[in-house]
């Protein structure tokens, strides 16, 4: 991480990977927030995993890949590395919601929120391509007339 001005740690922030990624006090205190709440739920995880015998290294692991992606997207500044950033905070609850396996309401929720999850990425970015071809392919602007900023529709 290069400092824009200062150290990153006296509070001045920084940014890194060509300023699409910028740490300041809010970033660190979301980071800080997010570190917190994932550390809570690992404590309090094994009171509900293991009446229903489900492993709880697993889960942590999830947990800690979708706080990643919460403090990437907390610290974007560029389009891409907020949709990396939702993506990888969004692909580990597909996980955990079909965690119990052998539960069919579970499995069910899982494929469900995968399926309408990857057609709203895949439509977001139809959409980004579709607008951008069509601005490069579109014709060029009309020459205003001489009358004012009307558009010339005659010769």
Do not use: Q
Not at 35 to 51: E, G, K, M, R
């Amino acid at each position: 991480m290069t400092p824009r001005s200062g150290c990153p740690s006296s509070g001045n922030g920084g940014s890194a990977f060509g300023d699409i990624y910028r740490l300041d006090a809010l970033t660190t205190f979301l980071d800080l927030l997010f570190v917190s709440v994932i550390a809570l739920t690992i404590v309090f995880a094994p009171d509900y995993l293991a009446p229903r015998g489900l492993p709880v290294a697993e889960f942590a692991v999830v947990l800690v890949f979708a706080m990643c992606g919460a403090m990437v997207l907390s610290a974007a500044t560029d389009l891409l590395l907020l949709f990396i950033g939702l993506e990888l905070m969004v692909l580990p609850g597909y996980m955990l919601a079909g965690y119990h396996k052998t539960d069919g309401y579970s499995t069910e929720g899982a494929i469900k929120y995968f399926l309408l999850g990857s057609f709203s990425s895949a439509i977001f970015l139809f959409g980004l391509s579709a607008s951008r071809s069509t601005s490069r392919a579109s014709s060029p602007a009309p020459r205003p007339s001489r009358r004012g900023w009307r558009w010339a529709s005659r010769s």
